[in-house]
């Protein structure tokens, strides 16, 4: 993680010089890890893949609003964050697909494994602030406060939240997650 | 049930505290229940941790596309500093070469600076030029006093000039009046054989 604060803070800082290069091998750094968390707040590939480059336009015209370049990461995460919210709150088109036909092209896309299956299920039964609190924590690996800067929360609220979806994950994924209960301890 | 002493979900999510975590790791030796609360939180975060990334459908537009390209104020903004002092080094030279053109300036004759000379001239034209400035200044502070004065005295002359027409009438009717009576007189001279 240090190293790549190190090489993003060089980068951005290259970037904000107008070295498009430098952009450019941070959009490649990024894309992947930015769309899969648009991927997991919108449950929609097409949705996620126009938030993706959204971002990335965004992030590209305000560099020069990006205080510290090492936090690069963050801030375009509070960036995507932005742009997801702004995304759900509009009336959402029609698609064309029912639910069950769009769950199953959704299916499709992902791994077909079926604890990767039930960790999808499981989180799409969080509410969508719990699980994009989760995704940031545990598949992200921010802490509390990085979270609440992106998302513009404060850390208490994003702490409950995360403690509710891995309570309720721990729940839900209990009979494929949890091994067979061992004898209780004399 | 885990002990509520302790914040297990903190703890698999590495937000406890240095001592507060080492406590923890000494109760879990002897306490099997805690035990199981943080080995089915660790099962969930590997579960939820595994779940993989998946490939973006088509790369993304780079800089260099058209849909990156900034406005022209921002992309004005975002020059560079030499670009900046290029710009400003070439409006500095159309606005000295534009006030050359349109601007005639009166040439200046190149004067030897003596100090003698310098203070005679300025004693000159202070003498020149101070007796009217002090006069036009008190006629400028006089003017009202003198302008009231000046309808003062006029009213005063036409009042006067009232007067003495007044005074002539009653000498000029005092006299007919008298040049009446002698007149009578004369008359009654006559009818009683006078001359």
């Given at each position: 993680?240090?190293?790549r604060?190190?090489?993003?803070r060089e980068l951005a800082?290259?970037a904000r010089k107008?070295?498009?290069?430098a952009?450019?091998?941070?959009?490649?750094?990024?894309?992947t890890?930015?769309?899969?968390?648009?991927?997991?707040?919108t449950g929609h590939?097409e949705?996620?893949?126009d938030?993706c480059?959204?971002?990335?336009?965004k992030?590209?015209?305000?560099?020069a609003?990006?205080?510290d370049p090492?936090r690069?990461?963050?801030w375009?995460?509070?960036i995507a964050?932005n742009?997801?919210?702004?995304?759900?709150?509009?009336?959402?088109r029609?698609t064309g697909l029912?639910?069950?036909?769009?769950g199953?092209?959704r299916?499709?896309s992902?791994a077909p494994?079926e604890?990767?299956l039930?960790v999808e299920?499981?989180?799409?039964?969080l509410?969508?602030?719990?699980?994009?609190?989760v995704?940031?924590k545990i598949y992200?690996?921010?802490?509390?406060?990085?979270?609440a800067?992106?998302t513009?929360?404060?850390a208490?609220?994003?702490k409950s939240?995360v403690?509710?979806g891995l309570?309720l994950?721990?729940?839900m994924l209990a009979?494929?997650?949890r091994?067979?209960?061992p004898?209780?301890e004399? | 049930?885990?002990?509520?002493?302790?914040?297990?979900?903190?703890?698999?999510l590495?937000e406890a505290?240095?001592?507060?975590r080492r406590?923890?790791?000494?109760?879990?030796?002897?306490?099997a229940?805690?035990?199981?609360?943080?080995?089915?939180?660790?099962?969930?975060l590997v579960a939820?941790?595994?779940?993989?990334?998946?490939?973006?459908?088509?790369?993304l537009?780079?800089?260099?596309?058209?849909?990156?390209?900034?406005p022209?104020w921002?992309?004005?903004?975002?020059?560079?500093?030499p670009?900046?002092?290029?710009?400003?080094?070439?409006l500095?030279?159309?606005?000295v070469?534009l006030?050359?053109?349109?601007?005639?300036?009166?040439?200046?004759?190149a004067?030897q600076?003596?100090p003698?000379?310098?203070?005679?001239?300025?004693?000159?034209e202070?003498?020149r030029?101070?007796p009217?400035?002090v006069?036009?200044a008190v006629?400028?502070q006089?003017a009202p006093a003198v302008?009231?004065?000046?309808?003062r005295?006029a009213a005063?002359e036409?009042?006067?000039?009232q007067e003495?027409r007044a005074?002539?009438?009653d000498?000029?009717?005092?006299?007919e009046l008298?040049?009446?009576?002698?007149?009578?007189?004369?008359?009654?001279?006559?009818?009683?054989?006078?001359d």
């Open positions: 993680m240090i190293f604060e190190a090489e993003d800082g290259r107008g070295d498009l290069d952009f450019n091998v941070l959009v490649s750094r990024w894309e890890r930015i769309y899969n968390y648009l991927l997991r707040i590939a949705d996620a893949l938030l480059q959204d971002t990335f336009i992030a590209y015209q305000n560099l609003r990006l205080e090492a690069f990461g963050p375009l995460y509070r964050h742009e997801a919210m702004s995304h759900l709150r509009r009336p959402q029609e029912d639910d069950a036909a769009a199953s092209l299916a499709a992902m494994v604890a990767s039930a299920a499981a989180l799409e039964r509410s969508p602030e719990q699980r994009e609190a995704i940031l992200e690996g921010f802490k509390f406060d990085e979270i800067a992106i513009n929360c404060p208490s609220t994003i939240r403690y509710t309570e994950l721990k729940e009979p494929a997650a091994p067979a209960r004898q209780e004399p | 049930m885990p002990c509520a002493d302790f914040d297990w979900k903190g703890f698999v590495q505290a240095p001592a507060e406590a923890m790791e000494e109760h879990l030796k002897t306490c229940a805690c035990r199981r609360e943080v080995d089915a939180l660790g099962l969930t939820v941790r595994q779940l993989p990334q998946q490939p973006i459908p088509r790369r537009a780079f800089v260099s596309d058209p849909v990156f390209e900034l022209w921002k992309r004005l903004w975002r020059m560079p500093a670009a900046w002092g290029f710009a400003s080094a070439a500095l030279v159309a606005a070469a006030y050359g053109t349109l601007i005639r300036v009166p040439p200046q004759v004067v600076a003596d003698a000379a310098v203070e005679r001239a300025v004693q000159a202070l003498e030029r101070l009217a400035a006069e036009a006629r400028a006089l302008s009231q004065m000046e309808a005295l005063f036409q009042k006067v000039e003495r005074d002539l009438r000498v000029t009717a005092a006299f008298l040049q009446k009576r002698i007149n009578n007189v004369y008359l009654a001279s006559a009818q009683y054989g006078g």
